[in-house]
């Protein structure tokens, strides 16, 4: 559903991704590992469109479609799905507020009715109990004074509704104790369901043991170092990311 | 995405349509004579007047301020006629089955029929055009609860005494260069009075509506809400789209007896000029209430539209335990500029009043927030609390805050917090990976940070100011 080719994407002077390829099938879920730096977040913001983050060369398509040559919101649309890492507030406007506007934005956009209050109402509270956030953040400003773990749980309440067809979560266990990376990862894999794909941008090893990743993916300066299986995120928690250098001359 | 916050603003008003409509308009100029020529078309009393032409030799002899933080070229006040009417309301219609046809068509162009089974249930409407007022519905409903509500033209005939008693009691004639000229030529304008104990059973709104060119509008508005009395009015303003700057000069006035109400609402969305600051309104008013003991008065304002802003509804706490409030959206675009906020002036023990001013900044314009907070020796256990927050969007445009706080009583409290915020590209960038185009994210965060005073309006016109502020910041990301 996704294919990246040879993708070089900088950022103001500093090219940071470096000749990317990736190809992901409806269902998979990658995991993206690497050291800081190596372009992990980046590459979830070069296909979501985020200004400032400028594609030199290569390709990326979704479906058949050029995703490059979209606005954010289209590929919004289309199904990209972004969990920030640091998600901003926005005051005043209530996440119930925020996710009605932007559920029907993207059902109008795929040709489907608005959905009813009721309907939405119904959907709001599901999202909310399986992130296990209380009913009354559906009513408070958009991660308007939320703790970090709220804030990452409100992510994954956002992903639940949304029902991407990419869903790209940067680092959604950072900041996390185990019981919220337990409920964030329950959250998520209740959405795989054999047509949703994922790519999941991680440091730690951590995570992938409560989100079973199809194939793990090593980033390095730029471009994906090495592929592979669970396997490969279990070798880089035993030795770290320190192999890396000393196999390409990188800094880790 | 700062580029596309700008392309997000270029405007589209609406309102800016012109009506055909056959006007008796005086020829340019002011002078004593074109005073008595007014006075004389309305048929006021003689000392009426003599309170005009008292008040137009006030004038003369006054400056135009100019310290407030707005640049416009000086206005020629010998190049403005003071008097605009259409033609046909000479004959004074008695129904609405009377009236020009092309006018009601007009309001309900702006959303506003003037049939009361069309109307929005429960608020009768004063409709101004020009200098005189078209139409004020259900008065009959009104006047069995015993309120007044007419035009002021028409209450200097059948109420001359009450209008005598409280007109120029809050803004004197001389108040200031404005007010001055408002006193000396104003047409029309809502008179509302309130009786004893009376719960105004409705929601009195008068929409003004500017439409001749080379016209000023200088309307007069008087409240009067008798003891223990409560009524909620609300204002609305339209204007053409014209390469000229017009300039509107209005007087509101409103008298708050012991333990009366007056909820009072603004959604102002006046010619705000074109991009580049071309034509639009001087929006030049000077609004003040007085409280006498335990009234409450709350000024709520929205305001979108003028080239220029140069206003500051304030309220006298003058008996003790009364209640002064301000909320305020002011929207500012392209070159509009905008000074405006409120004076708060406690007298009476105990006195309370709330500031709450949101200002959002966009385009290349100014935007200023000026409020005066003053403690009077016999405030004893006065408060206040001030709220002043900005949002600029884009980086060309600018948010001002001029506070001014005195304070003569040392049991007085004085609360003052500002913010300012920006539209940050990561919260437009969050709205827009949830599929929201940019011009709705903008919207939307811009109306959340007007919640607080979006509460304040009456149900009806709270959705309505929202809306309001959607057009107005129609492309201002793209």
Redesign the interface.
């Known amino acids: 559903m996704l294919s990246i080719n040879d993708l070089h994407a900088r950022v103001e002077d500093t090219t940071i991704l470096k000749g990317l390829d990736l190809e992901i099938k409806p269902g998979e879920v990658h995991a993206i590992m690497g050291p800081n730096g190596a372009g992990k977040s980046t590459l979830g913001y070069v296909l979501s469109g985020r200004d400032g983050y400028e594609v030199e060369s290569g390709s990326v398509e979704m479906n058949g479609k050029d995703l490059l040559d979209m606005e954010v919101e289209e590929r919004a649309q289309a199904g990209i799905f972004l969990a920030f890492q640091y998600p901003v507030e926005i005051p005043g406007v209530s996440n119930m507020e925020f996710m009605k506007e932007s559920v029907n934005a993207i059902r109008e956009a795929r040709g489907e009715n608005a959905l009813s209050s009721a309907e939405f109402l119904k959907k709001a509270k599901d999202a909310c109990k399986q992130v296990e956030l209380p009913l009354d953040f559906l009513k408070r400003g958009v991660n308007e004074g939320f703790s970090g773990g709220e804030k990452k749980r409100n992510e994954i309440m956002q992903l639940i509704m949304l029902e991407p067809k990419l869903a790209i979560l940067d680092e959604s266990d950072s900041g996390l104790d185990v019981d919220a990376l337990q409920v964030v990862a329950k959250g998520v894999n209740s959405q795989r369901d054999g047509e949703r794909s994922f790519i999941v941008v991680t440091h730690y090893q951590r995570l992938l043991d409560y989100i079973q990743p199809d194939y793990v993916h090593i980033i390095s300066n730029g471009k994906i170092v090495k592929s592979g299986g669970p396997e490969l995120a279990k070798e880089v928690e035993a030795s770290g990311y320190a192999w890396l250098a000393e196999a390409e001359g990188v800094d880790a | 995405?700062s580029e596309q916050i700008d392309q997000a603003l270029a405007r589209k008003y609406d309102a800016g349509f012109v009506s055909e409509i056959e006007s008796e308009t005086f020829p340019i100029g002011l002078d004593e004579d074109v005073i008595a020529r007014l006075s004389a078309i309305k048929g006021e009393p003689e000392w009426m007047l003599e309170w005009r032409l008292k008040a137009y030799r006030t004038w003369l002899k006054m400056d135009e301020p100019d310290w407030a933080h707005v640049d416009y070229p000086k206005v020629d006040y010998q190049s403005i006629s003071y008097y605009s009417a259409p033609k046909s309301m000479s004959d004074k219609p008695q129904s609405l089955e009377e009236v020009d046809p092309e006018l009601l068509r007009t309001y309900e162009k702006l959303g506003i029929p003037l049939h009361e089974q069309e109307m929005l249930a429960g608020v009768a409407v004063d409709a101004v055009f020009d200098s005189v007022s078209v139409v004020t519905t259900f008065r009959e409903k009104l006047e069995e609860a015993g309120v007044i509500f007419c035009p002021i033209s028409e209450a200097l005939h059948k109420y001359p005494e009450l209008v005598k008693k409280y007109l120029g009691t809050v803004v004197p004639r001389g108040d200031n260069f404005f007010a001055a000229l408002n006193s000396a030529v104003f047409t029309d304008g809502s008179f509302v009075y309130i009786p004893k104990g009376v719960r105004c059973p409705m929601e009195l709104s008068t929409y003004f509506r500017i439409n001749e060119q080379n016209t000023g509008q200088f309307e007069r508005t008087l409240i009067v809400a008798e003891e223990g009395s409560h009524v909620s009015y609300l204002e609305g303003c339209t204007a053409p789209q014209r390469d000229e700057n017009q300039l509107h000069a209005a007087v509101v006035e409103l008298v708050a007896l012991d333990d009366a109400e007056i909820k009072y609402s603004t959604v102002q969305n006046w010619y705000p000029g074109d991009e580049d600051g071309k034509g639009g309104i001087y929006n030049f008013v000077t609004k003040r209430g007085l409280c006498e003991k335990n009234a409450k008065i709350s000024w709520t304002q929205v305001e979108t539209g003028s080239a220029v802003t140069w206003k500051y509804p304030s309220c006298i706490l003058k008996g003790d335990n009364s209640v002064g409030e301000f909320y305020s959206v002011a929207l500012t675009r392209g070159r509009q500029q905008a000074d405006t906020g409120t004076k708060m002036i406690h007298l009476g023990k105990n006195t309370k009043s709330t500031i709450i001013s949101k200002g959002i900044s966009a385009g290349r314009s100014d935007n200023a927030y000026r409020g005066l907070v003053r403690m009077g020796p016999g405030a004893e256990g006065a408060r206040n609390f001030t709220e002043c927050d900005s949002l600029l969007i884009g980086d060309q445009c600018g948010a001002h805050t001029f506070p001014y706080i005195e304070s003569s009583n040392p049991t007085a409290i004085v609360e003052h917090e500002a913010t300012t915020s920006k539209v940050?590209?990561?919260?437009l960038?969050?709205?827009?990976?949830?599929?929201?185009?940019?011009e709705?994210a903008v919207s939307?965060?811009v109306?959340?940070?007007?919640?607080?005073v979006f509460r304040e309006l009456p149900m009806e016109f709270a959705v309505e100011a929202g809306k309001l502020l959607e057009i107005s910041l129609e492309g201002s990301v793209g």
Do not use: T
Request: some cysteine; hydrophobic content about 30%; overall charge neutral.
């Open positions: 995405m940050s590209d990561d919260q960038f969050l709205c827009r990976q949830r599929g929201l185009d940019p709705k939307m965060i109306n959340g940070f007007c919640k607080e």
